[in-house]
Every structure is written in structure tokens, then in C-alpha cells.
């Protein structure tokens, strides 16, 4: 099982678990990372992950100032090898705002919600 789902922390282990495998380190690119990361339509949503006309504008922003990325020369690298989910301050699904300043504008208590979610399936 998973104790944390984090879409960075598994674009990394693509690339850690290929060092290991290999011996070799940089197999992917950051871009090839985060285009793994991204990759909605091996889930059958051709229309996203991109920024396009007719796309469901599906994006995220990321916070480059706090300790793990401030300062990075490379932005794309640094958040692909060192960011994690508590970096992402905006959410846009579908065209609409989810997440605004890292706070849910749907779900004003995240945590109870997701402990209630997880009671329900966990006895």
C-alpha cells in the first residue's frame, strides 16, 4: 500500500528505480518525467494534459519560493526532483479553480473529509 500519494514523488521513482535497474543516472529528462506525470490520455482523457484550445485546462501551479526550490536555476528540474504535493498552490480542473493559495475551495475540511472517506472503506 501506498501511505502517500504524490504525483512528483512517483515521477522521481520512474527515474530512481530506473538508476537502480541500470546503474546509469538522467534515463528521463525532468520533461520526460513530467509528461509521464501528466499523462491523461493513456487514461483516456485525449483532451487533457495540455494547454490548448478545445483541452480541459487541467493544471497546477507550483510554489518555486519555499525551501525545497528556491533559488533553482532550473525550475523544471527542481520541481520535478525535489518538489512534492504540498508545493502546489493552484489547482484548475476542467477549466475551474479547485484549489486557490494551496487552500480547496470545494471542501472546507479536507482532512475530516478524507478521514471519513478512508473510514468508509478502511473497518
Same mark, same amino acid.
Given at each position: 500500500?501506498?501511505?502517500? &500519494?504524490?504525483?512528483?514523488?512517483? @515521477?522521481?521513482?520512474?527515474?530512481?528505480?530506473?538508476?537502480?535497474? *541500470?546503474?546509469?543516472?538522467?534515463?528521463?529528462?525532468? @520533461?520526460?518525467?513530467? %509528461?509521464?506525470?501528466? @499523462? !491523461?490520455? *493513456?487514461?483516456?482523457?485525449?483532451?487533457?494534459?495540455? #494547454?490548448? $484550445?478545445?483541452?480541459?485546462?487541467?493544471?497546477?501551479?507550483?510554489?518555486? *519560493?519555499? $525551501?525545497?526550490? @528556491?533559488?533553482?536555476?532550473? $525550475?523544471?528540474?527542481? %520541481?520535478?526532483? %525535489?518538489?512534492?504535493?504540498?508545493?502546489?498552490?493552484?489547482?484548475?480542473?476542467?477549466?475551474?479553480? #479547485?484549489?486557490?493559495?494551496? !487552500?480547496?475551495?470545494? #471542501?472546507?475540511?479536507?482532512?475530516?473529509?478524507?478521514?471519513?472517506? &478512508?473510514?468508509?472503506?478502511?473497518?
Amino acid at each position: 500500500g501506498q501511505a502517500v &500519494i504524490d504525483p512528483f514523488e512517483e @515521477a522521481r521513482a520512474l527515474e530512481y528505480d530506473e538508476r537502480l535497474a *541500470s546503474g546509469r543516472r538522467g534515463n528521463f529528462t525532468p @520533461a520526460e518525467l513530467l %509528461a509521464a506525470a501528466t @499523462a !491523461h490520455a *493513456s487514461l483516456g482523457w485525449p483532451d487533457a494534459g495540455r #494547454i490548448a $484550445p478545445g483541452a480541459l485546462a487541467d493544471f497546477v501551479t507550483v510554489d518555486l *519560493s519555499g $525551501p525545497r526550490l @528556491a533559488g533553482a536555476a532550473d $525550475p523544471l528540474s527542481a %520541481a520535478v526532483f %525535489a518538489a512534492t504535493a504540498s508545493d502546489v498552490r493552484h489547482v484548475v480542473v476542467g477549466g475551474r479553480e #479547485i484549489v486557490r493559495d494551496g !487552500h480547496h475551495l470545494l #471542501i472546507n475540511d479536507v482532512a475530516g473529509e478524507l478521514a471519513t472517506a &478512508i473510514g468508509r472503506i478502511v473497518p
